[in-house]
């Protein structure tokens, strides 16, 4: 994945020279991740901004930027780290438009890794996806492999509204498919239906997703995988369809489980499709603590936890 | 006094002036409105007018201003159309944001006047990636950013003065130093000066008094010529003094008993009108002339604005994205 | 509410010389709601602090006065002015218990007034619960009148966890209650059933729990109204008790609905009390947009809307 | 070379030097378990033991400590056990925190030693706050809080420095300027010398060669005495250099060619040994003496520590809370 978002950065700065990286050791360093590698020779220093230590003065700079026709780029080196900047994001970047009737906007795409996987205790697995979605104003995406990951940017680049850019940091370079050399688009706002299934509907995103695939194979589960890859808006429709065809509906993501997506996902569906329920609609989450160093394998939904739900859900009734 | 001698400049001068008039007889026109019950809240300017337009006349047209909730004088120096302003505060169905904001939040884009947000000094980080995009495409505007001394004890100030200087670009920090963050003096924010503040940025910084136009003018000038020569930013500390409450919510009786009555001295209108009366700009009878016109003329334009219907409630829940999404469309169906 | 929560400080700083104040102008001033009227004079300069204008710092400098024995009470101004102390109250003070092994904790109190109903505009009347009760670690409570505003603060201050405390700023002046003289408490984490009826749970907290109040009276509808008065950890057994006896369910919050507090309320009936459920969850709730200054009356939930859900719930099926 | 005298001093740094072989020798031995697998992560210390150590020496045991993850040395010279270290590294069940956080974010309450987070500069708000305790419970403490220079650009170093100085804090802000912020270069990260931002809040600011551990000994010492004396607070910049890289994560080679070889001129174990023979205190076989003793002490103790079973997966849901939450306890449930 970490190609993928290098070449879908690359080409979109060949294009549009209104396009400007900036971060923490972005630059000569390539990101701590190297997702930004050899892009600062490519581009120069004009356009790929080692920037000083201050997340709430990059994402706000960003913003002026982007206010100002450029295309910004921030990478936030890690998503625990972004809350500094929760400012300039809820109130500028999420209300710029808004304020001022339209007259200015704030296009800027916030690239950060997010979630755990990689042994990084509780600084350094966040998944703080609903602090964004419960905020008017924003687009929140996250892929679950390298081909979303660059069709998602390049719908990112495409977009007048900011951004919000969520990549699962375990999926770096642990997923491999074939990325299309062309700057090919996948659509932000809408889901995918990673897999088909009539027993139940297991609504996922990011880094679960190739989780919930694993365990569904796996156990010869005949289960809808519905994978969100937009956060904010939902799908609603992919979601409603699904459940319309189930009734039977497991959420899974990594984030804590109070106001977690989940939580939406679930409202959504008991104001709409209650009808159609033949389960009770079940959640499997992180749990609603920090996120621990050692026993990381036990915070992380995983086959054990889904099959457990799936269990409980088919038994239902 | 600073010294200006080219007729150009005199020019200027008067113009700044028939602007501190008007921001001045504006400003007592809506507190006095407030008062009245027909405008729901404001920020009122009087005592910075001089800082503000002496620091609009160092700018062109095509400069950028990332100012604040106080800067009425600075638009109307800016030629912004008193109407634009006063529909703002209306929040009427010709105010560009559509009643969305409160008072004392409008903003141009014709007028390169971004418009202006409530949490304190995160414009500033705005005002350097605006400068970023200048400096980048080459231009050779400059953005002027202001705050008020308050501010500067907030994270965006550090991120702002410290980005502004590592990139070299072109911002001018106009602080409006009036002494005072609602109930907080200035000594209580911080124990030093706080043009000193720009040492620990790498960058100048400039006291100036800021209830004399053509020293903040002088200021800014020079500030905005090195900013056009790629020399990079300064921080203008203009020491003024707030003469209204904070906000007509607020009762400055409760926190300080020294004032700077109207007409008295250290009123930037008064040190003004010296300055033209010593340039043989004006005189009294045309100065009092002027003052009388305003009024007129504020209170026709006030009257007009204010006849003009509210906003369509529909429209309080629009441009919130590009499109509107489906959850707003279904929710908006249900409010309305 | 204002006397009443201007009591509970005062009561508890003359208890324990530990309590201390601080916030933009809640000295001198009184603050700008008028709160902390007197408390200067009554306690001196150094247990009442007019700090410079700085969230971040004053909300850090309150967490190191609560890991070092004092009862730091922090106020913000408005809520809307929080997020750049986000990352305090996330990284810091909701962690540090958790992170030192229990050796250090943090037991500061944030007092802020929140939501709309004062003509604020976008940054003067924002509802921001959700991005507080999805962190674990915080408790979050908001009091719905006088009574209970001093009974949980006073709570507040016997407990040994960070806590936000949300004070809706419209009923500051609105509400009149008697309010005993003594330190009672009203216990954190338990809601009230503030009106008992069967036909209908109407579940809200804060400001619009005496609009709910006087919408079900006037409307004469038989409803169970719960004011949940914690919204971290929420009072589930109360929550499922009103489901199990009314069947129908309709959530009210100022918030914006996407991930608000209903999304969480709605997925742990749809989790729980599947069976139970006659009609439809319903959300009435503030739109998916920022606050309009104008049009607030058309933000916030009113009788008008609420007797749409009302209607539309007690019609289905 | 800065002046010691006294038989105490004298004593104090032997002890000194012989916790930055302790130091010097656990780090390396920790790096090396990273490359074989044996530990997770770790932010190296290798060129910072001179400055930590010096000013811890500077400090009594009642003195509170906000450091960050890079002050194995300063644990150690404050007297806390290897064994503390170690397990915290490992993570394992005699962790104080259970094996909760990452390697390098220990602490300990016992040693007053605030338990370390990742997010840079956010503990120094809490280094003031808790001076503030001090102050207001009128105890002779004093709190010295560590951050590299990187941090220095981060909203919460101007908040805390700010806030430090206007309320008089007996804090002492010790910035461990190792010259690097991962990649970036501290040219690049600010314009200006770091000790001269002390100016901007109206404090003193020290510059310290951080490589010598009786310069930071006394610049600390200098400032502990002003904080003591009720005066407030001190910024000082002790320039050192990061001799291995940012963490075990990190290739410096992609960014840097300069270096500073351990038992170079510059390497601060080398200055520390110079002071001492000078001193006559030691001489090259007591150095060497001390150190393979040391390489087995350590050795001995990461061996006995590493055979200490892991937390019971229950305690990572433990503590996040003074009682654990209904949601937490069904979730543990569900998950164990
Ligand atoms: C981040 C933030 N915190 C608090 C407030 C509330 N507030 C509004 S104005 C003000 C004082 C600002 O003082 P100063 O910067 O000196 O500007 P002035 O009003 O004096 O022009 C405060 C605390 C705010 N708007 N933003
Ligand atoms: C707020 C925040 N942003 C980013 C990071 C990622 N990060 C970890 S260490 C570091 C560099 C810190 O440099 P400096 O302050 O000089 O300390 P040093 O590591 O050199 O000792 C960065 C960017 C972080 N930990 N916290
Ligand atoms: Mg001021
Ligand atoms: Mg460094």
């Not at chain 2, 203008?236 to 707030?242: G, L, M, N």
């Amino acid at each position: 994945m970490v190609q993928a978002i290098n070449q879908a950065l690359s080409q979109n700065m060949e294009k549009d020279d209104s396009v400007i990286l900036l971060g923490e050791d972005v630059g000569v360093d390539g990101g701590v991740f190297r997702v930004t590698d050899g892009l600062l020779s490519k581009f120069g220093p004009e356009r790929v901004l080692d920037t000083p230590l201050v997340e709430l003065g990059i994402v706000g700079m960003g913003i002026g930027m982007a206010v100002n026709g450029l295309r910004p780029v921030v990478e936030i080196q890690f998503q625990d780290f972004i809350y500094t900047a929760m400012d300039q994001i809820i109130n500028q970047a999420a209300k710029i438009r808004y304020r001022s009737g339209g007259e200015y906007i704030a296009p800027i795409i916030i690239r950060t890794p997010y979630g755990g996987g990689i042994r990084g205790g509780l600084y350094h697995s966040q998944s703080g996806e609903s602090y964004f979605v419960h905020t008017a104003g924003l687009i929140v995406a996250t892929p679950s492999g390298p081909y979303d990951a660059k069709g998602l940017l390049n719908s990112a680049f495409k977009a007048s509204d900011p951004i919000i850019f969520l990549e699962p940091k375990r999926l770096y370079r642990s997923i491999k498919e074939e990325v299309p050399e062309d700057m090919y688009t996948v659509p932000l706002g809408k889901a995918k239906l990673a897999n088909s299934g009539d027993d139940l509907s297991i609504i996922t995103y990011g880094s679960m997703v190739s989780t919930v695939l694993d365990t569904v194979k796996k156990n010869k589960i005949n289960a809808d995988v519905l994978d969100l890859r937009t956060l904010l808006p939902l799908d609603v429709e992919a979601i409603l369809a699904t459940v319309e065809k189930t009734g039977r509906v497991i959420i899974v993501h990594e984030a804590p489980r109070t106001l977690g997506m989940g939580a939406e996902i679930s409202a959504l569906i008991a104001e709409r499709r209650i009808d159609y329920l033949q389960a009770p609609i079940l959640r499997v989450t992180g749990p609603d603590s920090p996120f621990p160093y050692k026993m990381e394998d036990y915070y992380i939904p995983n086959e054990k936890r889904i099959m457990k739900a799936v269990a409980k859900i088919l038994e239902y009734r | 006094m600073a010294e200006i001698t080219s007729q150009e400049e005199k020019q200027k001068l008067v113009k700044a002036y028939t602007a501190m008039v008007l921001s001045r007889t504006l400003d007592k026109k809506i507190v006095n409105a407030q008062r009245q019950g027909r405008v729901g809240f404001y920020t009122p300017t009087m005592g910075q007018e001089a800082l503000q337009i002496g620091a609009a006349m160092a700018l062109d047209e095509q400069d950028l201003i990332y100012g604040y909730y106080r800067d009425v004088p600075l638009m109307i120096s800016r030629g912004v159309p008193m109407d634009l302003i006063i529909n703002q505060i209306m929040g009427n169905s010709a105010d560009i944001a559509k009643g969305r904001q409160m008072p004392s939040h409008y903003g141009s884009r014709k007028h390169n006047f971004m418009s202006v947000q409530s949490p304190v000094a995160t414009n500033l980080p705005l005002a350097v990636g605006a400068a970023y995009s200048l400096k980048y495409r080459k231009k050779k505007g400059v953005v002027l950013t202001t705050f008020g001394e308050g501010s500067t004890s907030t994270p965006d100030f550090h991120a702002a003065m410290n980005l502004a200087s590592v990139y070299e670009l072109p911002v001018i920090f106009l602080c409006e130093n009036n002494g005072w963050a609602i109930s907080l003096p200035v000594e209580k924010q911080t124990r030093v000066d706080i043009w000193s503040k720009a040492a620990a940025y790498g960058m100048p910084g400039i006291r100036a008094n800021g209830n004399d136009i053509l020293e903040t003018y002088e200021a800014v000038k020079a500030a905005v010529k090195r900013a056009r020569e790629g020399k990079g930013p300064t921080l203008i500390d203009a020491i003024s003094f707030r003469m209204g409450p904070h906000s007509t919510s607020d009762d400055p009786t409760k926190y300080r008993s020294e004032s700077v009555p109207e007409g008295s001295e250290k009123d930037p209108l008064t040190i003004a009108e010296g300055t033209l009366k010593a340039l043989k700009l004006m005189d009294d009878k045309m100065i009092e002339n002027i003052k009388q016109k305003t009024i007129k003329i504020v209170d026709d334009k006030f009257d007009e604005c204010e006849k003009i219907p509210p906003p369509d409630p529909i429209t309080a829940f629009e441009q919130v994205y590009s499109e509107q999404t489906w959850m707003l469309k279904e929710e908006v169906g249900d409010i309305l």
